[in-house]
């Protein structure tokens, strides 16, 4: 048998929303406490925690697409006579 309850399985399926501040404080401590216990499951967390801010950066420094932001500008150009709010002379 290599399966044992030491609760990895579940610790792994709700790393993602834990690395997410998603759960709830009881389920959080439950796997705060798993990943002190376990140091595979806490490998995987660093791990995921790495990817997920990666992610997370890349999608912020993600520049504004320029055509979209044409658009915008030339409908509130059409339709209010001002490029933008805040430019107004
Ligand atoms: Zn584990």
Do not use: W, Y
Request: aromatic content about 2%.
């Amino acid at each position: 048998m290599t399966s044992h309850d030491c609760g990895c399985e579940q610790a792994r399926e709700q790393l993602a929303d834990f690395l997410r501040r998603e759960l709830c404080d009881k389920d959080r401590s439950e796997i705060n406490t798993h990943l002190q216990d376990c140091p595979d499951c806490d490998e995987e967390a660093r791990m995921e925690l790495v990817i997920t801010q990666t992610v997370k950066r890349c999608c912020a420094d993600e520049p504004a697409p320029a055509d979209l932001r044409d658009k915008v500008a030339s409908f509130l150009r059409a339709h209010c006579g001002n490029a933008a709010p805040g430019n107004k002379d």
